[in-house]
């Protein structure tokens, strides 16, 4: 019987044992997690900064043009405003529309001849779905109108992109009426 | 005789090999696994103060806002959960001031009395700007000690040291990983420009990472939750670039001419997806941090975005208008074959792959809103998780539990998670308004 005791007395200790392992305090240092202490300035980060061209417009200067007739409308939109005429594509499409196609030929006669003119051709989309998506959609915007361009003859050197996607809407609705002025193709004068 | 001698030491084996395991091994108070889970009761005291008295009021109100923001972190990550049921204080019949905070002077048949199966306590004090915490966590009915931890951190931020202690109690009592020290990134455009900020889980302890007042797009998580990727106009041009969260380095990671947009680290976080344009289409890249060798995954006329890897990093899912309208297709990397993922819908956008691999969630609009879906990427099931808004930008919780999303009314979008299957919406507020594109880090610890 002794032995059995002896046994159980054993038993009953390792199981004290594993009970006390649980309410062992483990001390946790919650101090010096680097991420907390985010130290973030990337207007500090000027090397990346000067690698890049920086577009510069003079919005001082009033720019002479080779109108396409005395006091066309295009050549006094481009004096007034530093840009040719913008198209409007539909929701989540980037090809051209017919009767934009007009407005395009006018921007492309006037180019060639103003062949001293280079310009930006700016991809936009509405506010639906998501940014990244959205400034694909801008890019393939921008992309399918400089090449609609191309094809009637301006070089397409002359002719840059970007897609500022939803970003930067013409008007601030969210309608739409908002949305069809903000689904567009715009010309910038870049010199 | 021999018969006599054996029989009770077979007995004490098979004590033994019944009792080991379930003293060696914690209980499971919550089983996550069970198809309906009934809410733990627990209680949370108010935490006791045991530092050096107050020696005036700006004292006094340092010592109660800490232990608001400690016990207000804590109850408010309890509750998060859904998994307990959290007694009210009014109903607590021992005063917090008795500091009964050993197992053997607590009263447990009071607790009892107030269906509290589990109760928190906890004492703190300061010294200077270091706050020091010990909590504990006790099983009512067995009136046992479960958890005790003691946490040192700055008064600066006492939520994170109940975040920490919120992890081990959910860890303890479900034996799954707890969230409640993850973060978020997402953008907001309050100071008039879109800018990357990061905040805890719950939208508080907000920072802002970018300030160059350009436009700053797609913040997505490095693996190891210490870099950051975005895409950021701040040279003129969509460019994806790279910034250490804990050094403040920031460098390029493509600036390709056309749109560098949408970069997503592998999982083993040395490649980044992303999408390019130069002078084609936008299409799906891959491009190796260390060789800066650039793989094309896609080419075709149309879009091709949002990419989000499998967690075995073995295939991808993107975003592709080929079939005339944006649907989901996955890339089968060993195969090099795409699946249409999607066929429903007008437009289905980011999609974001489930931490356990089978399941995409992503958005969809069939006429004009948005709303959150699911799909399972081993059947044809989908379902609808949320019904009612313009819901977008979903990313699941670390644990695969939650899905944090934006959700916009007229042009004003707000940060929301719910819970997997749509259900216990929760709006986060972080207090900087205009909210989008929110993205769950990894487990930070």
Not at chain 1, 96 to 113: G, S, T, Y
Not at chain 1, 179 to 189: G, H, L
Not at chain 2, 160 to 184: P, V
């Amino acid at each position: 019987m002794n032995k059995y005791l002896k046994f159980l007395s054993v038993f009953v200790l390792c199981l004290a044992l594993v009970a006390c392992k649980g309410k062992t305090l483990l001390k946790e240092d919650v101090s010096g997690q680097g991420s907390e202490e985010v130290v973030v300035d990337d207007g500090m980060v000027g090397e990346d900064f000067m690698e890049e061209d920086v577009v510069e417009e003079d919005a001082g200067k009033k720019a002479e043009y080779a109108e396409l007739e005395p006091g066309d409308a295009l050549t006094k939109r481009a004096v007034d405003t530093g840009e040719l005429y913008t198209v409007h594509f539909d929701y989540d499409r980037y090809n051209i529309r017919d009767e934009d196609k007009d407005l395009l030929r006018k921007n492309a006669q006037w180019l060639k001849l103003n062949p001293g003119v280079n310009v930006l051709i700016e991809g936009h989309a509405d506010e639906r779905g998501e940014n990244e998506y959205n400034l694909a959609l801008g890019e393939k915007r921008a992309k399918s109108v400089k090449s609609f361009l191309n094809s009637l003859g301006v070089d397409s050197g002359r002719l840059s992109t970007i897609s500022y996607g939803e970003e930067m809407p013409m008007d601030n609705g969210h309608g739409e009426e908002a949305w069809s002025k903000n689904r567009r193709a715009a010309f910038m004068i870049r010199d | 005789m021999i018969k006599q001698k054996l029989s009770p030491i077979y007995f004490i084996l098979f004590f033994l090999v019944l009792l080991a395991p379930a003293t060696l091994q914690a209980k499971v108070y919550i089983d996550l696994e069970a198809p309906s889970i009934r809410q733990l009761p627990i209680a949370v005291q108010d935490f006791l103060y045991t530092g050096s008295p107050a020696r005036n009021p700006e004292e006094e109100r340092l010592i109660s806002s800490i232990r608001a923001e400690l016990v207000d972190a804590l109850t408010s990550d309890i509750e998060f959960t859904r998994l307990f049921k959290v007694i009210p204080k009014e109903a607590f019949i021992e005063d917090p001031a008795e500091d009964r905070f050993a197992g053997k002077e607590i009263n447990f048949r009071e607790w009892r009395m107030i269906g509290a199966d589990t109760l928190v306590k906890g004492r703190f004090q300061i010294q200077g700007d270091r706050l020091t915490l010990d909590v504990r966590l006790f099983d009512c009915l067995r009136e046992r000690l479960i958890l005790g931890k003691r946490y040192i951190g700055s008064i600066s931020n006492p939520r994170k040291l109940s975040h920490y202690f919120a992890d081990k109690l959910y860890e303890e009592l479900t034996g799954r990983k707890g969230i409640f020290t993850t973060k978020m990134l997402f953008i907001s455009n309050a100071t008039g420009n879109k800018e990357v900020y990061a905040s805890d889980y719950d939208g508080k302890n907000v920072v802002r990472l970018t300030r160059n007042g350009s436009i700053n797009l797609s913040p997505q998580w490095s693996p190891d939750g210490k870099k950051m990727l975005y895409t950021s106009y701040k040279n003129g041009w969509a460019n994806i670039y790279m910034l250490d969260l804990r050094t403040g380095r920031d460098t390029v990671v493509s600036k390709k001419e056309g749109i560098n947009i949408g970069g997503r680290f592998s999982p083993d976080g040395k490649r980044v997806a992303l999408t390019l344009s130069e002078e084609k289409s936008p299409e799906l890249y891959i491009l190796d941090l260390d060789s800066r060798d650039l793989t094309r995954l896609t080419d075709n006329y149309g879009i091709d975005v949002s990419p989000t890897w499998s967690p075995d990093g073995k295939k991808m899912a993107y975003v592709s208008d080929i079939s005339g309208n944006p649907h989901i297709f996955v890339l089968d990397f060993p195969t090099g074959k795409t699946r249409r993922l999607t066929y429903k819908g007008k437009y289905n956008s980011s999609p974001a792959w489930s931490p356990d691999g089978d399941k995409i969630t992503f958005a969809r609009s069939n006429t004009g809103a948005f709303n959150i879906w699911v799909a399972s990427t081993n059947s044809d099931k989908e379902a609808q998780l949320t019904f009612e808004g313009n819901n977008i930008s979903p990313s699941w919780s670390p644990d695969g539990r939650y899905i944090v999303f934006s959700s916009t009314v007229r042009g004003v979008s707000s940060i929301y998670i719910m819970q997997a299957d749509g259900t216990g919406l929760l709006k986060v507020t972080t207090g900087v308004g205009n909210e989008t594109t929110p993205v769950w880090s990894p487990f930070l610890y």
